[in-house]
């Protein structure tokens, strides 16, 4: 291509990385190409690629010009691996072999910069003077939030896709990520059940999910974790951790030779007085300090506190994720490209991938659905 495409659509990657990220953007350029022959624009790191080109670019058409220069005479893996350029023209080679690799081949970050409307603007700026049609946002709460400024603040079509781990947003059923992670949280609960059991021990590990406790509940229930806490039944009061301790301790009489327990990174503690400490230790306390009690039955019972940290980001894709990916891909566009064009978020709702508006409403299914999985584990793992 040798001259800058008209009305190009770009896509960008922000927030913490998700699998899946990568099975969006191969399905997204290879759409745009071969289904609907409009080019893409990849956007590296995020809001932050947009912000360093807006800065170099700063409304002087003579460093624009270089700019369209640029990304025409270095397209796909030129651009994107040898010249390490903001902005790519993505091609069919640069997303060959990529669908469910793990992290995201353009680069994601956090923008705190995107707060102020005048960084905004900026974007808004470079993006209406490339002369881009649309621009497709993938990432969690925080970046989507993001979208949904730039597209209230100027005249883009902006659309959204969930993309994290943590499953906090409340319009679908499953963000992109979500299964990987699961998988990933299963494949790690089988590795400590086995050294658990050989020492009788109770594991403690702490998932992420910020103040949502999907990933660890629907972990706990695809594992057979003994044990799941997560953040929605409220601060954990001295008295629940008791009951907690007395259950696993129970479970040991009656047989057990192990206990795992899932704790969710957002759970909170009544007694708190330090709030940063990792949940899998304030448990790991709590715990041996009942079990040593006068008259235990199993006074050298041992907790290991494990926080399993980034390792639940990373990893291939699991097929449901590379297949959503593509369904949430696949309604982008057509959302883009209908006759009355709407912007808002793609959505997993009912097992239909549908757009949202941005701001919509919360499924009230999903709180339902948490509430029903806890339920479903408690009677699945109580002996
Ligand atoms: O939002 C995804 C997530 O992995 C959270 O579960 C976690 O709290 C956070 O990001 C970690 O962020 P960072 O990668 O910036 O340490």
């Given at each position: 291509m ?9 896509v ?60 025409v ?59 881009v ?29 969930p ?46 999910g ?45 047989g ?16 708190d007085?330090?709030p ?26 041992e ?13 291939h ?14 309604n ?7 006759p ?24 009230p ?5 948490s509430r ?12």
């Open positions: 040798s001259t800058f495409p008209d009305r190009p659509v770009a960008l990657c922000s927030g913490g990385d998700s699998p899946g990220m990568n099975a969006f953007l191969r399905a997204v350029t290879r759409l745009g190409l071969n289904r609907h022959q409009i080019p893409v624009l990849g956007i590296r790191d995020g809001y932050q690629g947009l912000v360093r080109a807006a800065r170099q670019v700063n409304g002087h058409p003579a460093e624009l010009a270089k700019l369209k220069a640029r990304i005479a270095n397209t796909g893996a030129k651009g994107l691996i040898e010249l390490d350029q903001d902005i790519i023209l993505m091609d069919h080679a640069c997303v060959s072999g990529i669908v469910g690799r793990g992290g995201t081949l353009l680069g994601s970050a956090r923008c705190l910069e995107f707060h102020k409307p005048e960084v905004r603007r900026s974007v808004i700026d470079l993006l209406t003077s490339l002369g049609h649309a621009l497709v946002v993938v990432g969690g709460d925080g970046s989507l939030t993001g979208a949904r400024l730039l597209a209230d603040e100027s005249d883009l079509r902006v659309i959204g896709v993309a994290t781990i943590d499953n906090d947003l409340q319009f679908t059923e499953l963000a992109l990520g979500v299964d990987t992670a699961v998988h990933t949280l299963v494949w790690a609960v089988d590795h400590f059940i086995d050294t658990a059991r050989s020492h009788r021990r109770v594991m403690v590990l702490e998932t992420m910020r103040d949502c406790g999907d990933l660890a509940r629907m972990a706990a229930v695809a594992s057979g974790a003994e044990m799941v806490i997560t953040p929605e039944g409220g601060a954990v009061t001295h008295e629940r951790l008791i009951e907690y301790a007395a259950k696993i301790e129970t479970s040991m009489t009656r057990r030779r192990h206990a795992i327990v899932l704790v969710a990174e957002g759970v909170k503690f009544s007694h007085t330090t940063d400490r990792s949940r899998a230790y304030v448990l790991r306390d709590a715990f041996e300090s009942y079990f040593r009690r006068a008259g235990a039955p199993y006074p050298d019972l907790v290991r506190p494990s926080v399993l940290g980034h390792l639940q980001r990373g990893g894709a699991t097929p449901q994720d590379c297949i959503l990916a593509s369904r949430f891909a696949e982008a566009w057509e959302s883009l490209l209908s009355e064009p709407q912007n808002g978020i793609t959505a997993l709702q009912h097992n239909r991938v549908v757009v949202v508006p941005f701001g919509a409403e919360d499924m299914d999903r709180a339902r659905f029903k999985m806890d339920e479903l584990h408690e009677d699945l793992s109580s002996w």
